[in-house]
């Protein structure tokens, strides 16, 4: 293998718990969501469907100031 070939191993299960606080938490207040937006990108995340959640609640923030779980459903 070399250095440009990635290598698909499953994150650790602590990882995805952390990835999900996250999202978790930026649904429920505007500061977490705030600076989430400010300190993440939807890279960060390990998850296809934490990536596309993440982006989601980044566009209604900037768009909106905020995002709660109502606002996430409809966006997605």
């Known amino acids: 293998m070399?250095?440009?070939e990635e290598i698909d191993i499953e994150p650790p299960h602590i990882v995805l718990q952390a990835e999900q606080a996250v999202l978790g938490s930026m649904l429920?207040?505007?500061e977490a969501a705030q600076a989430g937006v400010?300190?993440?990108t939807a890279n960060?995340?390990?998850r296809?469907?934490?990536r596309t959640?993440?982006?989601a609640i980044e566009r209604l923030v900037r768009r909106d100031?905020?995002?709660d779980v109502v606002?996430?459903?409809e966006e997605l």
């Open 2 to 4: 070399n250095a440009t």
């Open 28 to 30: 429920i207040t505007r």
């Open 38 to 40: 400010q300190m993440l």
């Open 44 to 46: 960060d995340f390990n």
């Open 48 to 50: 296809d469907d934490h």
């Open 53 to 55: 959640m993440f982006a």
């Open 65 to 67: 100031g905020e995002a």
């Open 71 to 73: 606002t996430l459903g």
